[in-house]
């Protein structure tokens, strides 16, 4: 299994609209780093649900029940969607300051690369944030 963070602004698509919808495709990715790793990702696959601009913290993890195909909301373009469903909610979402604060977190894709909107997790990052957010998966 491989881990991840995948990014949402909560006022455009929310966790709650995650858990109320059940599996819902994770669409409208349109950055080349961030739809290769949306290729890359497995069914079973984990990865953090973290919203965006309002927030900022991780507020859930998501599992990956669809591969990558092509986003049905791409005009063209080699664009790709997986569909993801709702795992459980952070207990204590982790919040952005509290991650640049630790200094085990500072090669996390989230602070090196703020900008990207789906990026890898190492288990180890995993295993870390889990704990700071008080889940037990």
């Known amino acids: ?3 991840w963070l995948v990014k949402s602004e909560p006022d455009a698509f ?3 609209q995650q858990v109320a919808n059940g599996v819902e495709p994770w669409t409208g990715v349109r950055n080349h780093a961030a739809r290769n790793n949306l290729k890359a990702m497995r069914v079973g696959d984990r990865a953090f649900f973290y919203h965006s601009n309002i927030g900022r913290e991780i507020v859930g993890v998501v599992e990956v029940v669809r591969e990558a195909y092509p986003d049905p909301t791409a005009e063209s ?6 569909d993801m469903k709702a795992i459980a909610p952070m207990p204590h979402p982790v919040g952005l300051a509290a991650i640049k604060a ?3 977190l ?3 894709a989230l602070v090196r690369l703020s900008r990207l909107s789906v ?3 190492s288990p180890e990052h ?4 889990c704990a700071m957010g008080g889940l037990r998966l």
């Open 1 to 3: 299994m491989n881990y």
């Open 14 to 16: 929310s966790w709650d």
């Open 77 to 82: 373009g080699d664009w790709v969607a997986v």
């Open 102 to 104: 630790d200094p085990a």
């Open 106 to 108: 500072a090669d996390l």
């Open 119 to 121: 990026g890898p997790v």
């Open 126 to 129: 995993w295993a870390h944030l």
